[in-house]
């Protein structure tokens, strides 16, 4: 196998497992929303996790039988890698800051104290993005189209988030519970605008390594 199979295998089962221990601890009343198992993913940190279980295991495939798809590099720059890279600076740069602004209970808190558990969702994200970018030449991304596509992203989990509140009165992150509304309003732009640092920072990585480079199109 190549270096690309081998990372993504590895990196495949790491989540993989890690998504299957999460199933098995938090479940039932212990979700957002009782019993219904979707509501989890009112976490980014959960929603990313299932982003690169999905996104490794195609590269799988995509590593051994090669191909031009447009469509895997374009998500790899756009949606992968800032969402990964977001996760990560927000959820330390909050809990470092004060652990309660995140975690809303004490089985939260013994949750995040697995160490390997926590690094998992909060560190390896990170480092499996930039080695993801050093290995792949995922090519030229139209800014204005990565911009759109981070940008319904930010609006659906938005969205997310409220319906969850709505339906069970249950905030993702304490914080948002604790700040007036137009503080809150604020948080949250602040939050997703780092999403949208974390795609240019990705870009100018992306760019340093590989250039300015386009997928190579055959001549008709």
């Not at 081998?6 to 009782?34: C, E, N, Q, R, W």
């Not at 009165?169 to 137009?182: K, N, Q, R, V």
Request: aromatic content about 14%; charged content about 10%.
């Amino acid at each position: 196998m190549g270096t690309k199979t081998v990372f993504h295998l590895i990196s495949f089962l790491i989540y993989a497992g890690t998504a299957y221990f999460d199933y098995g601890m938090v479940k039932g009343k212990m979700l957002p929303i009782p019993n219904q198992f979707f509501s989890k993913f009112v976490w980014l940190t959960l929603i990313d996790l299932y982003i690169q279980i999905l996104y490794h295991f195609i590269a799988i495939f995509i590593s051994v039988f090669g191909g031009k798809h447009p469509i895997f590099h374009f998500l790899s720059r756009a949606i992968v890698a800032p969402v990964a890279m977001t996760v990560v600076s927000l959820f330390w740069l909050l809990y470092t800051f004060d652990p309660n602004t995140l975690l809303a209970d004490d089985l939260a808190k013994q949750m995040i104290g697995i160490v390997w558990y926590n690094n998992v969702l909060h560190t390896l994200p990170l480092i499996t993005a930039i080695v993801d970018t050093v290995i792949w030449n995922h090519g030229h991304v139209a800014a204005p189209k990565a911009i759109k596509a981070i940008g319904v992203f930010a609006t659906l989990y938005i969205i997310d988030i409220h319906v969850v509140h709505h339906i069970s009165g249950f905030w993702a992150y304490p914080i948002l519970g604790d700040l007036i509304l137009p503080l809150r309003a604020v948080f949250i732009v602040a939050c997703m605008s780092v999403l949208f640092m974390n795609y240019k920072i990705t870009e100018c990585l992306h760019t340093a390594i590989h250039g300015k480079s386009t997928h190579k199109k055959k001549a008709t």
